[in-house]
């Protein structure tokens, strides 16, 4: 390991240290968060294929935990007593 690395790693590691903050400003009504995100990380984000246009029901839910953002994630539980 050499001293340029070890000083990345360390700078890297106590990046938690540094002052951080975050002011969360609601949407104007009409604006479309999606568009704002999509502007700044448009380049690097891929391409959305579906659009969820309601969120909160168990279609919808379930819909995002199997076939969208949790996919990845899920894992088979077996119950055992």
Do not use: W
């Amino acid at each position: 390991i050499t001293f340029t690395s070890t000083l990345g790693i360390l700078f890297e590691e106590n990046l938690h240290r540094l002052p951080y903050y975050q002011r969360n400003a609601a949407f104007a009504p009409g604006e479309d968060p999606v568009e704002y995100v999509m502007s700044y990380v448009g380049d690097v984000f891929p391409h959305v294929n579906q659009i969820y246009r309601e969120k909160t029901s168990d279609e919808a839910c379930t819909q995002l935990a199997f076939f969208g953002l949790g996919a990845h994630r899920i894992e088979v539980e077996t119950e055992t007593r």
